[in-house]
């Protein structure tokens, strides 16, 4: 009889897990400049399998065991190489997805695990041809002796990873990035600056490829913009961070920097991405003095802030970021308020506060590079006297070389200008383009 029973609950097993299916309960699209990103929200794990086929081009991703329960149709795919996705479900369970691509492009694809709120999910990226748009950058510096200081300003989170959600569902990834933006715009607007935007828009960019985007920049100074969060609504103030070489300054600063870094979790990092150098980087010597260098600028961040805000710490806070782990550039975390709070997350969607804010950030940057400039720079010819000439007279214009699958509309979205005004600035009245071609991209 025992036996009987066990036989019948391993039938009712196998049923239920035939049964069972995993579904897909979202689909969510996000272009990046190098690449665009599809990702799947799942019920449970899976397994997967791609497929490329020409001819036209396509991409077949068989999800096994699967069903789907979401909407594709509301997808857009604009200045991707996808321009369509179809579905169907394959005898035996399977679920099969097919993108129709423009392009034989290059694709990897992986699975993030369900931690916290998070389901699994499924990643798909198809990654862009042709030399990337950052490298290029660099190769249009000018060589002169009195060159710009380069600020990388980055917006945390972003695409997938929403940061922080405030009352009335606002996003951190959305007021940090409206805030990086007035503070590219100030710094612009001063003659001795040029900007680096890591995120230019809303798609997920990996903690160390943050950092070496801004290497690749060869960026004077890094500044990663956040607001913070809190279980308790009552926490309120800005505050700013540095990387620690030891442990962090407070119990506090400890939990912030585990948080930030669960970034990669949530925003969907490929293995390939992880960080591979990070273990020898804090024995390096440049690492003090950049690290020095990011005390001093953050003390005088936190004097122009506590003219707009509240400081949550009257000193600037250490712990170990993973963002701000570039051994050579002075870097900082500045957590512009609680986006928890509900008073304090009202002034972070507010234009004004996000003004000021930019402005205080700024103001503190600014004081620091005319104080202590580097030495090739515009700002050390200013200080000692020199006349700043021969430079170009550039007023915010960049040249801007095309390269191997380039398209003007993936040029307008990594240099934030409307396609519209790039086509005007350099009289195209279409959209082809050709490698090596010099185009002017306008001030933003
Ligand atoms: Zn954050």
């Not at 943050?210 to 913009?225: E, H, N, P, T």
Request: aromatic share 6%; net charge positive; glycine share 8%.
């Amino acid at each position: 009889m025992k036996r009987i029973n066990s036989v019948v609950l391993a039938c009712l097993l196998g049923l239920t897990a035939a049964v069972q299916a995993a579904e897909v309960r979202d689909v969510r699209f996000w272009r990046a400049p190098d690449h665009s990103r599809v990702v799947f929200d799942l019920s449970g794990p899976v397994t997967h399998e791609l497929i490329t086929l020409s001819n036209p081009h396509r991409l077949v991703i068989d999800i096994q065991n699967t069903k789907l329960a979401a909407d594709t149709q509301k997808l857009q795919f604009a200045n991707s190489p996808v321009t369509g996705l179809r579905h169907a479900d394959k005898p035996g369970g399977a679920l099969r997805i097919v993108f129709d691509l423009s392009a034989d492009v290059q694709v990897r694809s992986f699975l993030l695990a369900a931690s916290g709120d998070l389901h699994d999910r499924l990643v798909v990226d198809f990654l862009d041809k042709g030399e990337s748009v950052e490298a290029q950058v660099i190769k249009s510096v000018e060589t002169s002796s009195q060159r710009d200081v380069v600020i990388a300003i980055d917006a945390g989170h972003g695409g997938e990873d929403p940061g922080a959600i405030g009352p009335g569902r606002v996003k951190e990834k959305d007021v940090v990035f409206q805030i990086a933006s007035r503070l590219k715009e100030r710094f612009e607007r001063k003659k001795g600056y040029r900007v680096v935007m890591i995120r230019n828009g809303d798609y997920y960019v990996g903690l160390a490829k943050r950092r070496d985007l801004a290497r690749k920049a060869q960026a004077d100074f890094f500044v990663s913009i956040h607001a913070d969060a809190f279980t308790n609504p009552q926490a309120n103030g800005s505050s700013v961070y540095a990387l620690s070489k030891r442990g962090a300054t407070s119990a506090s600063a400890r939990i912030l920097a585990q948080r930030e870094n669960d970034a990669d979790l949530v925003g969907g990092v490929s293995l390939s991405d992880k960080d591979q150098v990070l273990a020898g980087v804090l024995t390096d010597l440049s690492m003090t003095a950049s690290l020095d260098a990011s005390l001093s600028v953050g003390a005088q961040l936190l004097g122009e802030m506590s003219k707009i805000s509240r400081l949550h710490s009257k000193r600037v806070e250490q712990a170990g970021f993973a963002v701000l782990k570039s051994p050579d550039i002075p870097s900082l975390l500045v957590e512009t308020g609680f986006i928890s709070n509900p008073g304090e997350a009202s002034k972070l969607k507010s234009s004004s506060y996000q003004s000021n804010m930019a402005l205080a950030i700024f103001e503190g940057i600014d004081r620091y590079f005319r104080e202590s400039p580097p030495p090739d720079t515009y700002f050390a010819a200013l200080k000692r006297g020199d006349t700043p000439g021969g430079r170009p007279a550039t007023a915010g214009v960049r040249e801007y070389t095309i390269a191997r699958g380039d398209t003007l509309s993936g040029i307008a979205l990594r240099y934030n200008v409307p396609l519209s005004d790039l086509q005007r600035h350099n009289q195209l009245s279409g959209s082809s383009i050709r490698v090596g071609q010099k185009i002017q991209i306008p001030a933003s």
